[in-house]
């Protein structure tokens, strides 16, 4: 008999509609965030450079780059990069050799010393030099070493470029090499003394070569750093008529405005290749010849025997004349009533202070935009980094791949190219809300997001390394949502390394000026480039005192970081030993 139900058409049943889960929407809203803050922007610059009007016009980038300012410019900014990298390389070096291979006394103190200077402001820190060598340098006068009045001020110039960058950009290279020679085995040390190597021998044959990986990161770091750096390469070479790429973009943008922009796409370029030109120079320079050993074990000590006490005074020497000089210098301006006046008792007045903090509007605005939006920053970029951390460390794949690409790239690029991007791409008003955001503090927190990404990331990439996964394996297998896993599971064991990058990112944010230098305006000012506004308009000791309450703030907030030392990845604090 004929199965009557065989034969009878069935009902078909719906098939199943696709359905996004929550970790493939996240990843998707991750991409679509960065595409906007990160590749959209560039990409637009690019396109900018090279067809200024939407057509390929490569002979007319080729103008603006030939004309001879340019070329002069280009060849000051390769000269001062390549110069102050030279003078950070062997600070750095030696800087690392001394605390991971020496046995001098107190490192952990030094190390703070010596790095403390990444952490001011760029700024802060060429104006406290500036104010050093001035006639009334507290500290030089007591040596009879001050300048004479009217004399030329030694900094203005290529020559004090490449000093303060090289000082500046030193901690950048000590922080890689100490990496690299922290990796190095003792038995090496050991097997080259069982030769009969010295010292001397020893460091020059065994340690450098096997770190050089590590110093030709720094050295390229340090590069991209100096090559960028707005806030010394401003404060000392403008007033030298010593031009660079980075402020003839900047003087562009003032005589000119956002109708200079093409010119300004094509310099912007300009900067970003011979950038990207040095990294990748510097990967494969490093990359050569394998260097790889056995991880494991304590370092060599190096025992620095009759000269320990003449190294160790020639240590803290460095950090006094590096520190000591031109903070104290910036602390006696900033008590002053009137620049180049001696500080005593009938000069001495906190005038600049309270008018800093309540008298000055354009300064208060500045501060509580800067706090403002690097709050903001902080709270979005700790939600960001986690979940994109989470993705980069235990999921991978193609599109997380290009989303880490990106984030890097908004980092290593410098920011005042990032600077000219933002605007391009948000001068015009924004599809369906119909505003443009350029001239506002959105804008620049726009920049903020973008530029400071990989910063946070960091310590999140280093905390999910040292997690056990198998927690968040278990939850899911009890049924847990992907949100509630990066609540209940993750959040509660990398909250120290969340709350660790969102000091740096606040840290570095609330005294940025590369990026915010070009996107600040008079209804949007931050901290940051107040510091070059105030010394253009002649208020040195005013600009002292600001400069000394943006010192405090970092000395604070690494102080609150350090609490949480012994809970985070290491490496994660870079000023800890």
Same mark, same amino acid.
């Given at each position: 008999?004929?199965?009557?139900?065989?034969?009878?058409?069935?009902?078909?049943?719906?098939?199943?509609?696709?359905?996004?889960?929550?970790?493939?929407?996240?990843?998707?809203?991750?991409?679509?965030?960065?595409?906007?803050?990160?590749?959209?922007?560039?990409?637009?610059?690019?396109?900018?450079?090279?067809?200024?009007?939407?057509?390929?016009?490569?002979?007319?980038?080729?103008?603006?780059?030939?004309?001879?300012?340019?070329?002069?410019?280009?060849?000051?900014?390769?000269?001062?990069?390549?110069?102050?990298?030279?003078?950070?390389?062997?600070?750095?070096?030696?800087?690392?050799?001394?605390?991971? @291979?020496?046995?001098?006394?107190?490192?952990?103190?030094?190390?703070?010393?010596?790095?403390?200077?990444? #952490?001011?402001?760029?700024?802060?820190?060429?104006?406290?030099?500036?104010?050093?060598?001035?006639?009334?340098?507290?500290?030089?006068?007591?040596?009879?070493?001050?300048?004479?009045?009217?004399?030329?001020?030694?900094?203005?110039?290529?020559?004090?470029?490449?000093?303060?960058?090289?000082?500046?950009? %030193?901690? =950048?290279?000590?922080?890689?090499?100490? *990496?690299?020679?922290?990796? =190095?085995?003792?038995?090496?040390?050991?097997? %080259?003394? *069982?030769?009969?190597?010295?010292?001397?021998?020893? /460091?020059?044959?065994? =340690?450098?070569?096997?770190?050089?990986?590590?110093?030709?990161?720094?050295?390229?770091?340090?590069?991209?750093?100096?090559?960028?750096?707005?806030?010394?390469?401003?404060?000392?070479?403008?007033?030298?008529?010593?031009?660079?790429?980075?402020?003839?973009?900047?003087?562009?943008?003032?005589?000119?405005?956002?109708?200079?922009?093409?010119?300004?796409?094509? $310099?912007?370029? $300009? $900067?970003?290749?011979?950038?990207?030109?040095?990294?990748?120079?510097?990967?494969?320079?490093?990359?050569?010849?394998?260097?790889?050993?056995?991880?494991?074990?304590?370092?060599?000590?190096?025992?620095?025997?009759?000269?320990?006490?003449?190294?160790?005074?020639?240590?803290?020497?460095?950090?006094?004349?590096?520190?000591?000089?031109?903070?104290? *210098?910036?602390?006696?301006?900033?008590?002053?009533?009137?620049?180049?006046?001696?500080?005593?008792?009938?000069? $001495?007045?906190?005038?600049?202070?309270?008018?800093?903090?309540? @008298?000055?509007?354009?300064?208060?605005?500045?501060?509580?935009?800067?706090?403002?939006?690097?709050?903001? *920053?902080?709270?979005?970029?700790?939600?960001?980094?986690?979940?994109?951390?989470?993705?980069?460390?235990?999921?991978?794949?193609?599109?997380?791949?290009?989303?880490?690409?990106?984030?890097?790239?908004?980092?290593?690029?410098?920011?005042?190219?990032?600077?000219?991007?933002?605007?391009?791409?948000?001068?015009?008003?924004?599809?369906?809300?119909?505003?443009?955001?350029?001239?506002?503090?959105?804008?620049?927190?726009?920049?903020?997001?973008?530029?400071?990404?990989?910063?946070?990331?960091?310590?999140?990439?280093?905390?999910?390394?040292?997690?056990?996964?198998?927690?968040?394996?278990?939850?899911?297998?009890?049924?847990?949502?992907?949100?509630?896993?990066?609540?209940?599971?993750?959040?509660?064991?990398?909250?120290?390394?969340?709350?660790?990058?969102? /000091?740096?990112?606040? #840290?570095?944010?609330?005294?940025?000026?590369?990026?915010?230098?070009?996107?600040?305006?008079?209804? %949007?000012?931050?901290?940051?480039?107040?510091?070059?506004?105030?010394?253009?308009?002649?208020?040195?000791? =005013?600009?002292?005192?600001?400069?000394?309450?943006?010192?405090?703030?970092?000395?604070?907030? #690494?102080?609150?970081?350090?609490?949480? %030392?012994?809970?985070?990845?290491?490496?994660?604090?870079?000023?800890?030993?």
């Amino acid at each position: 008999m004929t199965d009557i139900a065989a034969v009878m058409p069935r009902e078909r049943r719906p098939a199943p509609a696709f359905r996004l889960g929550p970790e493939t929407l996240t990843l998707g809203i991750l991409a679509i965030f960065v595409a906007t803050i990160s590749l959209a922007p560039l990409g637009r610059l690019a396109l900018t450079a090279i067809a200024p009007d939407g057509t390929l016009d490569l002979a007319g980038t080729w103008s603006v780059l030939a004309r001879p300012r340019v070329f002069t410019a280009a060849m000051n900014s390769l000269y001062v990069a390549l110069a102050s990298t030279l003078l950070a390389v062997v600070l750095g070096s030696v800087a690392a050799l001394l605390t991971v @291979h020496g046995n001098i006394r107190f490192k952990a103190a030094w190390v703070f010393g010596f790095v403390l200077p990444l #952490m001011i402001p760029p700024q802060v820190t060429a104006l406290a030099w500036v104010q050093a060598f001035s006639p009334t340098s507290p500290v030089l006068g007591l040596f009879g070493l001050a300048m004479t009045p009217g004399a030329r001020h030694p900094l203005f110039s290529a020559g004090g470029i490449i000093f303060l960058l090289g000082i500046y950009n %030193a901690p =950048l290279v000590f922080l890689t090499v100490r *990496a690299a020679l922290r990796r =190095l085995p003792a038995n090496l040390a050991e097997a %080259a003394r *069982a030769s009969g190597a010295g010292n001397l021998q020893l /460091i020059f044959t065994v =340690l450098l070569p096997l770190a050089r990986a590590g110093i030709f990161a720094g050295a390229a770091i340090a590069f991209v750093s100096a090559i960028g750096n707005f806030g010394i390469q401003a404060m000392l070479g403008i007033p030298a008529r010593f031009p660079t790429l980075i402020t003839l973009i900047y003087q562009q943008l003032n005589s000119y405005g956002p109708s200079g922009l093409s010119d300004m796409a094509a $310099l912007s370029m $300009l $900067l970003s290749l011979i950038t990207v030109i040095a990294l990748g120079l510097s990967n494969w320079l490093g990359g050569r010849g394998d260097v790889r050993v056995e991880e494991g074990g304590r370092p060599a000590e190096i025992g620095l025997g009759r000269w320990k006490m003449p190294v160790e005074a020639g240590a803290w020497l460095y950090l006094a004349a590096t520190l000591l000089l031109p903070l104290s *210098a910036l602390f006696a301006t900033s008590l002053v009533k009137g620049f180049g006046q001696q500080l005593g008792w009938d000069t $001495l007045t906190l005038t600049n202070y309270v008018n800093a903090l309540f @008298h000055h509007a354009s300064i208060r605005d500045a501060f509580a935009t800067s706090l403002l939006l690097t709050v903001t *920053a902080v709270l979005l970029l700790s939600v960001i980094s986690l979940v994109l951390a989470y993705f980069i460390s235990w999921k991978k794949g193609a599109l997380v791949r290009l989303i880490q690409m990106a984030a890097e790239l908004s980092y290593v690029l410098p920011g005042i190219v990032l600077g000219v991007a933002m605007i391009l791409f948000f001068l015009r008003p924004l599809p369906l809300v119909g505003f443009s955001i350029y001239g506002t503090v959105w804008i620049i927190l726009a920049a903020y997001l973008s530029n400071f990404l990989a910063l946070s990331l960091r310590p999140l990439l280093g905390g999910f390394s040292q997690i056990d996964r198998s927690l968040e394996d278990a939850a899911r297998v009890a049924g847990a949502g992907f949100f509630q896993r990066m609540r209940d599971i993750i959040l509660p064991m990398l909250a120290p390394a969340v709350i660790a990058g969102g /000091i740096i990112v606040f #840290m570095s944010a609330l005294n940025e000026i590369q990026v915010s230098i070009l996107l600040v305006s008079s209804s %949007a000012r931050t901290i940051g480039p107040m510091i070059v506004f105030l010394e253009e308009g002649g208020s040195s000791t =005013l600009a002292a005192a600001v400069g000394c309450l943006m010192i405090l703030i970092v000395l604070a907030l #690494m102080g609150i970081a350090s609490l949480f %030392a012994g809970r985070l990845p290491k490496g994660a604090l870079p000023w800890r030993d």
